[in-house]
């Protein structure tokens, strides 16, 4: 199993970005995925996870209306598209295969939210 | 701020048994499973007990959980100096609709 997060970078308070993970080693259509941030030296906060088919999408309540997530079954692939970014949306993010848990992670991207 | 409660720190000498708490509510511990991550310096985290107390593949038995009512256990025996790391735990909250993490519980081994 693997997760290749992209996207990742420096982007000013207001900002957008679109984040990307690429999956392989497993069927992903078969699988919830999640995203999940860490802070500078703060824990982690899970952020926003997309059933198999896309149909049920769950947020955290401060990316609401903020952050899309969204999955392509046919490249194996998961997003994050963030808008309005903030500077306390600075943090690693990773993907991960979800449900039950957070079985396996990807190595993460950092998102610097700076003026 | 975290939905879920542990103590920041703990320690232990190798060879001991330390045991780190995760305390929640009827919304999250007290109707679902805990998990349990481990997040090693500069690494992703790694999940390191599922549905309370199952280990994935590849954890050792010296890692075993637990839970009663409304808060989740990790203990770990036989401490190592590889176990130094931060431990996680989380749960499903049906409230939020979320999942949500304690705070994280730094494990220095002396």
């Known amino acids: 199993v693997q997760l290749v997060e992209s996207g990742g970078g420096l982007v000013q308070p207001g900002g957008s970005l679109r984040l990307s993970c690429a999956a392989s080693?497993?069927?992903?259509?078969?699988?919830?995925v999640a995203w999940v941030r860490q802070a500078p030296g703060k824990g982690l906060e899970w952020v926003a996870n997309?059933?198999?088919?896309?149909?049920?999408?769950n947020y955290v309540a401060s990316v609401k209306g903020r952050f899309t997530i969204s999955r392509d079954n046919a490249k194996n692939s998961l997003f994050l598209q963030m808008n309005s970014l903030r500077v306390e949306d600075t943090a690693v993010y990773y993907c991960?295969?979800?449900?039950?848990?957070?079985?396996?992670w990807g190595q993460g991207v950092l998102v610097t939210v700076s003026s | 701020q975290y939905v879920l409660t542990q103590t920041p720190s703990a320690s232990g000498t190798p060879g001991q048994r330390v045991t780190i708490s995760c305390s929640g509510s009827?919304?999250?511990?007290?109707?679902?499973?805990v998990n349990w991550y481990q997040q090693l310096p500069g690494t992703a985290p790694k999940l390191l007990m599922y549905?309370?107390?199952q280990r994935p593949s590849g954890v050792p038995d010296r890692f075993s959980g637990s839970k009663s009512g409304t808060s989740g256990s990790l203990a770990i025996s036989g401490l190592q100096s590889e176990d130094e790391a931060d431990y996680y735990c989380?749960?499903?909250?049906?409230?939020?609709?979320?999942?949500?993490f304690g705070g994280g519980t730094k494990l220095t081994v002396l």
């Open positions: 989380a749960a499903w909250d049906d409230s939020l609709n979320n999942w949500v």
């Open positions: 009827s919304s999250n511990i007290g109707r679902n499973f």
């Open positions: 080693g497993f069927t992903f259509s078969n699988y919830w």
């Open positions: 997309i059933k198999q088919d896309g149909s049920e999408k």
């Open positions: 991960a295969r979800d449900q039950p848990a957070m079985s396996y």
């Open positions: 549905s309370n107390a």
